[in-house]
């Protein structure tokens, strides 16, 4: 089972709204990633968790926090978002080894309003 | 850390031609190389990947190869069909948990 689970798949949200996006892999993988992704644009990366560990944390903004409470879930809190916030929110995961590739969620598609 | 270019950013060809996207990358340590194909409003789904011990892999109508002295890779479909029509990124990754995209190839192919 190659699948990583998203919720919700749409979201609308105020500037002023807390929200959480959901992501699930029941795949043993140990990475487990946010991306942003804008239309015609490669995903980019936000954040990745290796063993339940923020490894990397980009110079993402901090109306962005993440959260992975084990090893099958990752979730990424919302708050007081910009429009420009907008985008498609990636999940995804993979082996904790160089020479495996990464699995993508369905995404979340947010707009902020 | 990595950089990974990609050409062209946009591509034509007619229903049955051959298309070609290329990728560079800057650090000799990259060792694995996936293909992604994404249409629109969909999530990024893996077409076919290579590791740095392969110079060249092929799935049917998709064929990916690696040049790693140049550190260059390309991805190679042929017959086209207008259901390739997509986006497509290059990556790269090494060590670590990082995957590095190319900017995308939009594709379209005319029937």
């Known amino acids: 089972d190659t699948e990583v689970t998203q919720t919700p798949k749409h979201l609308v949200m105020g500037m002023t709204n807390k929200k959480s996006l959901k992501c699930e892999q029941h795949m043993g993988h140990r990475a487990m990633y946010w991306y942003k992704q804008k239309a015609k644009k490669p995903p980019e990366l936000m954040f990745v968790y290796s063993y339940e560990k923020l490894s990397i944390n980009e110079s993402v903004p901090s109306r962005f926090s993440p959260e992975c409470p084990n090893s099958s879930l990752l979730n990424l809190h919302l708050h007081a978002l910009q429009p420009e916030d907008s985008a498609l929110y990636l999940c995804?995961?993979?082996?904790?080894?160089?020479?495996?590739?990464?699995?993508f969620g369905p995404g979340t598609r947010l707009l902020v309003l | 850390g990595e950089n990974v270019e990609q050409h062209p950013s946009t591509l034509s060809v007619q229903e049955g031609d051959s298309a070609v996207i290329k990728c560079t990358y800057s650090?000799?340590?990259?060792?694995?190389f996936p293909w992604y194909k994404q249409e629109l409003g969909k999530r990024p789904q893996l077409i076919i990947d290579i590791r740095s011990n392969v110079g060249e892999k092929k799935d049917q109508r998709i064929a990916v190869t690696l040049n790693k002295t140049a550190k260059h890779f390309s991805l190679h479909i042929t017959e086209t069909q207008p259901e390739d029509s997509a986006v497509y990124f290059c990556?790269?990754?090494?060590?670590?948990?990082?995957?590095?995209f190319g900017t995308g190839t939009s594709l379209t192919v005319i029937p």
């Open positions: 650090d000799s340590a990259s060792n694995y």
């Open positions: 990556a790269a990754r090494h060590t670590g948990n990082q995957f590095y």
């Open positions: 995804a995961s993979s082996q904790d080894r160089a020479v495996e590739t990464q699995y």
